[in-house]
């Protein structure tokens, strides 16, 4: 188990300038955590190289971005991509003479998860052939590089892949009983992990989460070596994820999403920073909060710990400089709804014995209960329908500060961090925003 290191001061002002360059190994899609480090790279005049997972053909093939799909990307990225397509995981490969786990699962119903089985060593020669072509792309990837970076400059890395989940229709309903279900619908999540499909996320989970970071520090460590020598920097940062501290009664506690499965592959990204820092590669993992973003949109009540950000924020800032964060989040609100409502309700979750028998550092990530799952799902249903118009949410504006605020702290701690895995809690992206450093956040 990774040390507990919640950031506790602001990070000294980076020494990255104009000239410099941040690397996403992971291609950006939509609004969520990399914006924010994407904008901040901008701000402070660095260059911006992007990658891409490269797209399918109806006939499963993976190919790179064409002509129209690169312009798109490099649009929405403000950068130059890589058209080598960087696709983690194996889920589509074929090995050993048997079709690829999603040819296999193809008819599979959702009724028959816990008798559906592979044949003995499938899953990891699947993970071995996918993993060849992950790094075959990522040499290639590292070759580009080469001809991009600027003689001595310094480069930011910034691992963004993450998930895993098999891209086959059986998981989806599963899943969703996993995530969101209660009642007759509800599924244990312990009993999902220990069947075969359950071992199967778990090794993709592990290989597209935390492994590919390790597939980046080792395909790019001739390049990092050219690099120092000729005076540049070189640091990789990766998107943890470990719990949050959050205001529950008044007090900055340690709260967890629960049932987060993919916590398992998010503690071996962090082994991974560790390791790598201690042979002296300027590694780190840092463990962010909360946000909704499409991606996250399965893990319906990972949302609930966002609201009380608004206290930790209100509490930095005073009332008068929140005061335009609050009216904002009071416009989302139903007629006769208060934002003072929605921090109580939230409060009276995140404050249930239900979950302080549940959450435990020590033995995380903790599977599902029927109780739990119950009081989650209904604290979220309860707090969403406090809102006006469910595309207008209040968690997505305190997203959107909390992308911006990591992406702030990850670049600048980037530099020079105080240790290989760092916790960003509701405290320090408070302060962050009450600081000169970030009071722009607030600003819409």
Known sequence: MTEYRPMQQLPDTAGYKAGDVLVL?????????????????????????????????????????????????????????????LEAGFDMEAAAGQPSVCEQL???RPDDWNSITFAEGFIEQART????????????????????????????FAHTMAGGIPRVRVFMPLLNRVFKGTGDKYLSSGDFWNSQLGHLCDVSFNEVTADTFRYLLEGTADLRGRISAGGGRVCYTAYGYHGTEVLVNGEFLWQSYTPYVQGIAKMRLEDIAVESSRQGVVATVFNCPEIQTNSSALFLGVEISLYPLLTAI????????????????????????????????????????????????????????????ELMLTASSELMGM????????????????????????????????????????????????DGLGRDILDV
């Not at 052939?129 to 003689?151: C, D, K, M, N, W």
């Not at 504006?397 to 895995?421: D, K, Q």
């Open 314 to 373: 209100r509490r930095a800032v005073g009332n008068e400089a929140s005061a335009g964060l609050f009216a904002r989040c009071q416009g989302m609100l139903k007629d006769g709804e208060t934002v003072e409502g929605l921090l109580e309700r939230t409060n009276s979750y995140l404050a249930s014995p239900v979950l302080a028998a549940i959450v435990d550092y020590k033995s995380w990530p903790q599977h599902n209960t029927p109780d739990q799952a």
């Open 129 to 156: 052939a996918g993993t060849a072509r992950f790094r075959s792309a990522l040499s290639r990837v590292a070759q580009e590089l080469e001809g991009l970076i600027p003689a001595g400059a310094s480069v930011l």
């Open 387 to 434: 809102h006006a118009d469910q595309k207008q949410l209040v968690c997505a504006e305190l997203s959107r500060i909390v992308f911006l605020s990591t992406g702030r702290l990850m670049v600048h701690a980037s530099w020079n961090p105080a240790a290989p895995v760092l916790w960003l809690n509701h405290d320090i992206i408070a302060r962050l925003v009450a």
């Open 25 to 85: 190994a992971g291609e950006l899609f939509g609004r969520g955590y990399a914006n924010g480090l994407v904008e901040e790279a901008k701000r402070i005049g660095m260059t911006v190289i992007g990658t891409t997972v490269g797209r399918r053909d109806p006939d499963g093939a993976l190919r790179p971005l064409t002509a129209d799909e690169l312009a798109d990307s490099e649009a929405l990225l403000g950068g130059k991509v890589i058209n080598v397509p």
């Open 106 to 108: 193809k008819k599979a």
